[in-house]
């Protein structure tokens, strides 16, 4: 009897992504290039706008849709013939930082109802070490009333595309992928050669998977809030981060991360998966837990250096109006979910600040939504302080010309990315 990857192959088999945000769709397409595709998410809007080769996260153009054989829906009936499930639902946290498994366990529930004896499930969501087999598999066994690894194989395999980065594809990096025992680990790593250019990693187990993806953005976290830590030492001690940045950069060894904003759905968010698996084995992950509070503590940091400066040159912060130009929560991406933007923003409110915010690729209706503050379309100066909080290319060629027309004669450029450094001489700067 063939396997389920040469039915695939031989399109007499179907694949389905279970989730088509920022990861599955991708991957839905790719894999529609060469093998039958059913692409389900249960926002029946976002399915509408992929019917129409539109992607509703706005990184995909309309010709990648082209010659793909995939059928968008958000029926389940439609998943009743497919033999591999690759899911890609959300993994956030809640209010208070713990892991918000409601969106995997609802996925797990939609394939837990059609799944079949033979078919393979592969998690693709962030997620601690341990989830897939102990939060989802149960659950796997108890819709479909099979046993795990006898009846149906289950695998692990992170996703590494990063938002508006056009080098790192999907394609263009090794992926690293797992299943429960040496037969579904060989078979899932072969469906993902498929699409993966670059190869497939066998990772030795799901949970060596899991942990790998973990570790991959908690090393960034807690590597960027170090620096968060010295700028905060740098500023008391009168000397530019950035400066002290190029200089100890030429050395072979030292490691380029850069001061900032840490927003986002994974380095902000994935942390904190881990510090919750590392609890309730009875361990305070203290270096990881420390890092999260750095970089969750910079929005503040930043108001509050802001108004200081707003301050020492006379104006009273009730008075000040502040011009904050970025929203999203990184460079040149239209997504704004988690941006630490918003924290700055808050903190100059409660000092009562006037604030304008400003950006050429968010979503207007969207930050209203889920931040509650209007974007302004034009940037009516004089202010007393701009602060540039996202370093999106539109921003690039801004000189001290520009700056200087937007602000009052004692007004404060804050610039937290260190974009304009080298070509401030007059105005009143300051960076992270
Ligand atoms: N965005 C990234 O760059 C990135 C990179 C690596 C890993 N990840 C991880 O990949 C996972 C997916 O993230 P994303 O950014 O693609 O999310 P997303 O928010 O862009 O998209 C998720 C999609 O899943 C759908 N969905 C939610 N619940 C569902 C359910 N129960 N059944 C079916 N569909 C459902 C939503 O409607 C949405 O279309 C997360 O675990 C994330 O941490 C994301």
Redesign the pocket.
């Known amino acids: 009897m063939s396997n389920v990857y040469e039915k695939l192959v031989r399109k007499e088999a179907k694949l389905a992504v279970?989730?088509?945000?920022?990861?599955?769709?991708p991957i839905a397409l790719e894999f529609a290039r060469r093998i039958k595709v059913v692409g389900?998410?249960?926002?029946e809007k976002?399915v509408e706008m992929m019917r129409r080769k539109e992607d509703?996260?706005n990184e995909l153009e309309p010709s990648e849709f082209d010659g793909c054989d995939i059928h968008f829906t958000a029926d389940l009936e439609d998943l009743r013939d497919v033999e591999f499930f690759i899911?890609?639902?959300?993994?956030?946290i809640d209010q208070q930082n713990i892991p918000d498994l409601?969106?995997?366990?609802?996925?797990t529930?939609?394939v837990g109802q059609v799944l079949k004896k033979n078919d393979y499930v592969v998690y693709?969501?962030?997620?601690y070490p341990g989830c897939t087999e102990e939060d989802c598999v149960p659950l796997l066994e108890r819709l479909s009333n099979l046993k795990f690894v006898e009846d149906f194989k289950v695998g692990y395999s992170?996703?590494?595309?990063?938002?508006g980065d056009k080098e790192h594809t999907l394609s263009s990096i090794v992926k690293v992928s797992s299943g429960c025992d040496p037969e579904s680990s060989e078979i899932i790593a072969k469906v993902y050669e498929l699409v993966v250019k670059a190869g497939v990693h066998r990772a030795a187990s799901i949970k060596v998977a899991e942990a790998a993806?973990i570790i991959e953005n908690t090393q960034r976290d807690v590597n960027i809030a170090l620096i968060n830590e010295l700028s905060i030492i740098f500023n008391r001690m009168g000397i530019n981060t950035y400066d002290v940045l190029e200089a100890a950069g030429t050395k072979w060894n030292f490691l380029k991360f850069q001061p900032g904003l840490v927003g986002?759905?994974?380095i902000g968010?994935?942390p904190y998966y881990l510090v919750y698996k590392a609890k309730e084995l009875g361990y305070h992950a203290q270096i990881i837990d420390s890092g999260r509070y750095v970089n969750d503590s910079m929005g503040g940091y930043v108001a509050k250096q802001t108004v200081k400066k707003v301050i020492a040159s006379g104006t009273n912060p009730a008075d000040a109006r502040i011009l904050v130009m970025g929203a999203t929560f990184k460079e040149n991406v239209t997504?704004i979910?988690n941006s630490k933007v918003a924290d700055v923003v808050n903190e100059l409110k409660s000092f009562s600040c006037h604030v304008d915010v400003t950006d050429p690729h968010a979503d207007a209706a969207e930050v209203k939504h889920e931040y509650g503050y209007e974007l302004s379309h034009e940037m009516k100066g004089p202010y007393d302080a701009i602060i540039v909080a996202v370093n999106h290319s539109d921003y690039a060629n801004k000189d001290e010309a520009w700056f200087k027309g937007m602000l009052k004669p004692k007004g404060v450029l804050v610039d937290l990315k260190g974009i304009y450094r080298t070509r401030i001489k007059d105005l009143t700067y300051w960076s992270l």
Not at 40 to 43: A, G, K, S, T
Not at 124 to 127: A, D, F
């Open positions: 279970i989730g088509l945000g920022y990861v599955g769709l389900f998410d249960i926002n976002r509703p996260s899911v890609a639902v959300p993994t956030p409601t969106p995997l366990l609802g996925a529930r939609t693709e969501s962030t997620v992170p996703e590494r595309i990063n938002p993806k986002g759905h994974c968010v994935d997504d979910r």
